[in-house]
């Protein structure tokens, strides 16, 4: 499922300032609040949107030793060893590469710190060697990456069979805060028949 142009001008505000209101936005777009509040729900149901967080500025945070990191390892470790580097605190980012490779970022408070964590957490896994170790001098750009819409995907599930939901204007349900999607209006009437009576009271409840 494809962002359309609303949700693009939505996420360019959002890129922009990730505190504006939905009223805020609304306003910025030429859209109603609840049209922004719905389609900020569906972006972040659909893994489009991951979180909000604050963005420190590197001149205000003392980050110790920031380094680049490449690993080898064999290709039945490969998809593991990523994934618990990935758990690590001292790790802001993995990524997979072509030669079943990993390149990791990592913060550590000293170069000491450094060797201890290459020593013990990824020097000690067998089949695994370090073929660059890089430390960042100074950071020129770190930015989240510019809006291109035909690279954006969102992965929307059907709320009843969890098939992909492909339309730009799926079936909905509504109930209070939530918002309900599916893939078609048969997958709609059959979670209605199921569970309808109990959103009906969240909406009650909520209205009372």
Same mark, same amino acid.
């Given at each position: 499922?494809?962002?359309?142009?609303?949700?693009?001008?939505?996420?360019?505000?959002?890129?922009?300032?990730?505190?504006?209101?939905?009223?805020?936005?609304?306003?910025?777009?030429?859209? %109603?609040?609840?049209? @922004?509040? #719905?389609?900020?729900?569906?972006?972040?149901?659909?893994? !489009?949107? &991951? $979180?909000?967080?604050?963005?420190?500025?590197?001149?205000?945070?003392?980050?110790?030793?920031?380094?680049?990191?490449?690993?080898?390892?064999?290709?039945?470790?490969?998809?593991?060893?990523?994934?618990?580097?990935?758990?690590?605190?001292?790790?802001?980012?993995?990524?997979?590469?072509?030669?079943?490779?990993?390149?990791?970022?990592? %913060?550590?408070?000293? @170069?000491? #710190?450094?060797?201890?964590?290459?020593?013990?957490?990824? !020097?000690? &896994? $067998?089949?695994?060697?370090?073929?660059?170790?890089?430390?960042?001098?100074?950071?020129?750009?770190?930015?989240?990456?510019?809006?291109?819409?035909?690279?954006?995907?969102?992965?929307?599930?059907?709320?009843?069979?969890?098939?992909?939901?492909?339309?730009?204007?799926?079936?909905?349900?509504?109930?209070?805060?939530?918002?309900?999607?599916?893939?078609?209006?048969?997958?709609?009437?059959?979670?209605?028949?199921?569970?309808?009576?109990?959103?009906? $009271?969240?909406?009650?409840?909520?209205?009372?």
């Amino acid at each position: 499922m494809k962002p359309d142009a609303i949700d693009i001008k939505i996420l360019e505000v959002l890129m922009d300032d990730g505190r504006a209101s939905f009223r805020q936005i609304a306003q910025r777009t030429s859209l %109603t609040t609840p049209t @922004v509040s #719905s389609r900020i729900a569906r972006m972040t149901k659909a893994g !489009l949107i &991951k $979180k909000f967080i604050p963005i420190l500025s590197g001149d205000s945070v003392n980050r110790g030793v920031t380094t680049l990191l490449t690993l080898k390892a064999g290709s039945a470790s490969v998809q593991k060893l990523a994934e618990d580097l990935a758990k690590m605190r001292e790790v802001e980012a993995v990524y997979m590469t072509t030669g079943q490779s990993i390149t990791l970022k990592a %913060t550590l408070d000293s @170069v000491q #710190s450094l060797q201890s964590f290459l020593a013990q957490n990824v !020097l000690k &896994k $067998k089949g695994v060697e370090v073929t660059s170790n890089q430390i960042i001098t100074s950071t020129v750009k770190e930015e989240p990456p510019s809006l291109l819409p035909n690279t954006l995907v969102m992965n929307l599930k059907c709320d009843d069979c969890g098939g992909d939901v492909t339309s730009s204007r799926p079936y909905t349900i509504s109930a209070g805060p939530s918002r309900y999607y599916f893939c078609c209006k048969t997958c709609r009437k059959e979670y209605l028949a199921e569970h309808g009576k109990r959103l009906a $009271k969240i909406s009650h409840k909520l209205d009372a």
